[in-house]
């Protein structure tokens, strides 16, 4: 909340309307926080944006000041061929696992741009 008051001139704190941050709820791989608050600002045009951009800025600096780290978000596909049959319906068949090489490089892709 300090970065925040602090980096956001804006920002209602007389009471008038609500400012909260407060942790949401955590699980294995993640912690929610919500950020609640208010400004003296019209939620249009080039100082909104700006103004929203200074109150990501102070929840970074809060980050990174406390020392947490973001971990890179990862995906995990299991037992999928991504590779195109020979209908050419390019529809993911489940349980051949994706390796290098699952297309021939030289099969016709008219029309798989539709596809997607």
């Known amino acids: 909340k300090?970065?925040?008051?602090?980096?956001?001139?804006?920002?209602?704190?007389?009471g008038s309307r609500p400012f909260r941050v407060h942790w949401r709820n955590y699980e294995e791989d993640h912690l929610e926080v919500?950020?609640?608050?208010?400004f003296e600002q019209p939620p249009i045009g080039d100082g909104y944006f700006d103004n929203r951009q200074n109150v990501l800025e102070a929840i970074a600096t809060t980050v990174k000041r406390k020392g947490i780290k973001f971990a890179i978000p990862t995906s995990i596909s299991q037992n999928m061929d991504?590779?195109?049959?020979?209908?050419?319906?390019?529809?993911?068949?489940?349980g051949k696992g994706a390796?290098?090489?699952?297309?021939?490089?030289?099969?016709?892709?008219d029309g798989l741009d539709s596809a997607f």
Do not use: M
């Not at 300090?2 to 007389?14: A, H, K, W």
């Not at 991504?82 to 489940?94: M, Y």
């Not at 390796?99 to 021939?104: L, R, S, V």
């Open 2 to 14: 300090d970065e925040i008051d602090r980096n956001c001139p804006t920002l209602i704190t007389d």
């Open 82 to 94: 991504l590779s195109v049959d020979d209908t050419s319906s390019n529809k993911v068949q489940e």
């Open 34 to 38: 919500i950020v609640d608050c208010h």
């Open 99 to 109: 390796t290098k090489g699952a297309y021939d490089e030289d099969e016709d892709f």
